[in-house]
């Protein structure tokens, strides 16, 4: 059980280093974090974090009667793949970020929002082969919980101390999402147990 919360833990840090990355930008735009903007920043972020792997769980529970034999190598390639996608976007010069602005209304925040989330529902497919039901709800709760409290951390973050902590962030969750993939693969195949 204790390895089960660890991974979740593990899986909602990683999702929320998108919508973190983001808000340190949103926080380079700002005079001073107002307690309004980092919980709209909150509610947006954690919310859309809620929602997509709702709908990937969904998805995947559609489907896993067809792929459960092989459902540890769609675990480990959606894993990886997200993973490597987030190191990979730390390395590119994001135009996205240098247009940020300070605005927090729906305008601005729904986009955002919403390309934070697309991981997330991609992880919801894994964590409907990898958890229970019950496990599953603990997961959609961490994610949006660990994705808000990180979004309104990186608006202040963002505005304390510039882009610095940006690109780590999100290679650190690129990373740990890539592990925890192999660890399922590995799982699955018998080479390690947990």
């Known amino acids: 059980m204790i390895s089960i919360i660890i991974q979740i833990l593990l899986i909602s840090v990683s999702v929320a280093m998108d919508a973190f990355a983001v808000s340190i930008g949103k926080g380079l735009t700002v005079s001073r974090v107002r307690v309004q903007d980092a919980v709209k920043s909150t509610l947006w972020?954690?919310?859309?974090?809620?929602?997509?792997?709702?709908?990937?769980y969904f998805a995947a529970s559609t489907?896993?009667?067809?792929?459960?034999?092989?459902?540890?190598?769609i675990i480990f390639a959606l894993l990886v793949f997200i993973g490597g996608n987030m190191v990979h976007e730390a390395f590119e010069e994001d135009e996205e970020?240098?247009?940020e602005t300070a605005q927090f209304?729906?305008?601005?925040?729904?986009?955002l929002a919403v390309a934070c989330s697309i991981d997330a529902f991609a992880v919801g497919v894994?964590?409907?082969?990898?958890?229970?039901?019950?496990?599953?709800?603990?997961?959609?709760?961490s994610i949006?919980?660990?994705?808000?409290?990180?979004?309104?951390?990186?608006?202040?973050?963002?505005?304390?101390?510039?882009?610095?902590?940006?690109?780590?962030?999100?290679?650190?969750?690129?990373?740990?999402?890539?592990?925890?993939g192999i660890k399922v693969l590995l799982e699955h195949l018998g080479v390690i147990a947990f």
């Open 45 to 56: 972020f954690g919310g859309f974090q809620m929602l997509f792997p709702i709908l990937g």
């Open 63 to 73: 489907f896993s009667k067809y792929v459960t034999q092989f459902d540890h190598w």
């Open 97 to 99: 970020n240098s247009k």
């Open 105 to 111: 209304d729906w305008k601005h925040m729904l986009p």
């Open 126 to 141: 894994s964590l409907a082969f990898m958890f229970t039901k019950a496990h599953m709800a603990f997961a959609i709760l």
């Open 144 to 180: 949006g919980v660990v994705t808000g409290l990180f979004s309104a951390a990186g608006l202040h973050i963002g505005r304390a101390f510039g882009s610095r902590w940006q690109k780590p962030a999100q290679i650190a969750g690129g990373v740990v999402l890539i592990l925890l």
